[in-house]
């Protein structure tokens, strides 16, 4: 079992940023592939980024590509996402997930949740 806890959310304004952290512990000794959803108001959760693991792979949606960064320090069994140029429509709860195997943008591909972050960018 792995438990996964996400940090940094908050308000800021459009064009600002923000760095989200997921903090990983239990089982943690498998390298574990690390993906970060989102989850505007009303609407589905997203993919947004997937790291492997040893982070050396990496993709994003095409609506964060340039702006987000994804990464990861092994050693403290932590994952990032720099977001940048941030939009009103960023707006969303965070999700970040991890998977044993799976190295993809679909949720049921991950094995284990955070209970989510949330940003919210003012116009």
């Known amino acids: 079992q792995v438990q996964l806890v996400e940090s940094g959310g908050g308000l800021v304004q459009a064009g600002g940023s923000l760095r989200l952290s997921c903090a990983a512990s239990?089982?943690?000794?498998?390298?574990?592939?690390m993906g970060w959803f989102r989850q505007a108001p009303g609407k589905e959760r997203d993919f947004v980024a997937v790291?492997?693991?040893?982070?050396?792979?990496?993709d994003y949606a095409d609506s964060v590509r340039g702006r987000f960064t994804i990464s990861r320090d092994i050693g403290k069994n932590t994952v990032y996402v720099q977001m940048n140029s941030l939009k009103p429509e960023d707006t969303a709860v965070y999700y970040c997930?991890?998977?044993?195997?799976?190295?993809?943008?679909?949720?049921?591909?991950?094995?284990?949740w955070g209970q989510g972050t949330t940003v919210t960018v003012s116009s």
């Open positions: 239990g089982r943690t000794s498998t390298n574990y592939i």
């Open positions: 790291i492997n693991w040893n982070g050396r792979s990496t």
């Open positions: 997930a991890a998977s044993g195997s799976y190295y993809g943008r679909r949720q049921h591909g991950y094995d284990f």
